[in-house]
């Protein structure tokens, strides 16, 4: 199931990442997308609305409460989120192969998939 993750700017400055729900209405289990600096820059974290009292993504917002959405981000944000609210790491097609390689040949089963 592909989701429709957005990125929008809350009316009082807060990013956020989500899933739209299908009325397109509101987001459900919203994350806050902050940014740290660094001494080799700026390093982005992807944290629970609710965070420090709840520790995991959840929840939803109303789309009245956004001010901006962002119509292009990384892609690499993307999947940080979804990792983030389904507890899977996932891997793009540059890992796969890189997989392959250290792995060498499958010998049935799995296919040389590597599982957690």
Known sequence: MAYDIRLMKLVNGETILGKMDESGKKLTDVAILQTVPT??????????FGYPFETEVGGEISTEHVMYEYKKFPEEIK??????TSNLTLSTAGDLRTIKNMAGPAKGGLGGLITK
């Open 79 to 84: 999947t940080k989120y979804l990792e983030a």
């Open 39 to 48: 001494q080799q820059g700026v390093q982005m974290l992807i944290l629970p």
